[in-house]
């Protein structure tokens, strides 16, 4: 279904200008209307020489507004970061990430092409940036897939292998770091709203995930993406690619692996009739993923993810950023005993939280 145009935001068009994707004449054209849109609803082509463009306001994210916008030479997609997530906790955040996700953006694509979408250009004075727009009819979403059961562990190990090539490549370039001086915004988008929001809803397991705080912070050995969710990856055509890097940082890769692994076990709770395609997706990844590690034992690798994933599990219910599709009391503890326990007795190995998870779901 079509959706109604909008104008974009003049500080979004002003931004534009600034990249040199926008002639500086064009302005507003008072018939274009207003309105929201689904990603991926049908465009009815660029605007006019010298006309502002019209686009459509995407939903979906919490963190940024998002418009795909039809320039003369073509659809293009818009980020503008917020200071304030919208979640229903307050979640603030640094808009200069946007920054990073685009120093991620590069990094990622030059050390595996097409691994995110080409970057167009990043205004600082806004916090945006324009990349190429990728049209869903050919780049669904992971998580859209994977909601309807699609569980694919061939797809699930060419994410690990994507992932594990950027962690590998940046990870050998140590002066990658100095790009990337992001611990103040790690912190304040991942580690205090999932981690420590999660330790002040279970007091009796502060310890532990303070400690979990403590360890990613010292393990700094790769450029993390940060977010790395089905919601964040698109199935292309040539391969899985990575969206919103807003919280790059030079930092533990143990938890980009750790964070998509939890999703894929939270998965088995919002479509129950695939749990064993998404248990098999976690094998694929894990082990995937492990086979590339170069940079440092892969055993040192492992334990680490192991420890971090229950952290991360009870945060998804628990802290600020509860995932939507587990609402039921009952759902909600059954990842609460699992996370617990793993807490209480962390792993070193990731089957043993698959066995743990995979026991409660017999139950």
């Avoid at 990870?171 to 580690?191: G, S």
Wanted: charged share 20%.
């Amino acid at each position: 279904m079509q959706s109604d145009r909008a104008t974009p935001p003049p500080d979004i068009l002003d931004a534009l200008r600034r990249m040199g994707l926008l002639a500086a004449g064009a302005t507003s054209t008072p018939e274009a209307s207003t309105g929201e849109a689904s990603i991926g609803a049908a465009s009815t082509g660029p605007a006019p020489a010298g006309a502002a463009p019209t686009g459509e306001a995407l939903i979906g994210g919490v963190s940024s507004d998002i418009w795909r916008i039809d320039l003369p030479q073509g659809p293009v997609c818009v980020k503008r970061a917020l200071a304030k997530l919208r979640v229903a906790a307050d979640w603030q955040a640094p808009v200069d990430r946007n920054l990073y996700e685009a120093r991620w953006m590069r990094r990622a694509n030059a050390a595996v092409p097409g691994a995110a979408p080409a970057l167009l250009g990043q205004d600082a004075a806004s916090g945006a940036l324009a990349m190429r727009f990728l049209p869903p009819a050919d780049h669904p979403l992971w998580k859209d897939q994977l909601r309807d059961g699609h569980a694919d562990p061939g797809f699930a190990a060419a994410v690990a292998d994507r992932l594990v090539r950027i962690h590998a490549a940046t990870a050998a370039d140590p002066a990658v770091a100095a790009d990337f001086p992001t611990d103040a915004i790690f912190h304040a988008i991942r580690l205090e709203p999932y981690l420590l929001a999660t330790a002040r809803a279970h007091p009796d397991l502060a310890p532990q995930l303070a400690a979990l705080v403590a360890t990613t912070l010292a393990n700094k050995r790769a450029l993390v993406h940060g977010d790395v969710s089905p919601k964040n990856i698109l199935a292309g055509p040539a391969g899985p690619v990575f969206l919103d890097a807003e919280c790059a940082w030079w930092g533990d890769p143990a938890f980009d692996l750790a964070f998509c692994l939890n999703h894929l076990l939270l998965k088995c709770l919002w479509t129950p009739h695939a749990q064993a395609g998404f248990l098999a997706c976690f094998d694929a990844m894990a082990a995937t993923y492990r086979a590339g590690v170069a940079w440092e034992p892969a055993d040192a690798l492992e334990a680490r993810v192991a420890r971090l994933l229950p952290g991360l599990f009870l945060a998804r219910v628990d802290g600020k950023s509860p995932v939507e599709y587990i609402s039921t009391k009952a759902d909600k503890d059954r990842v609460r005993r699992v996370a617990r326990a793993l807490l209480a007795a962390p792993p070193t190995r990731l089957d043993a939280i698959r066995q743990a998870w995979t026991e409660e779901l017999a139950t």
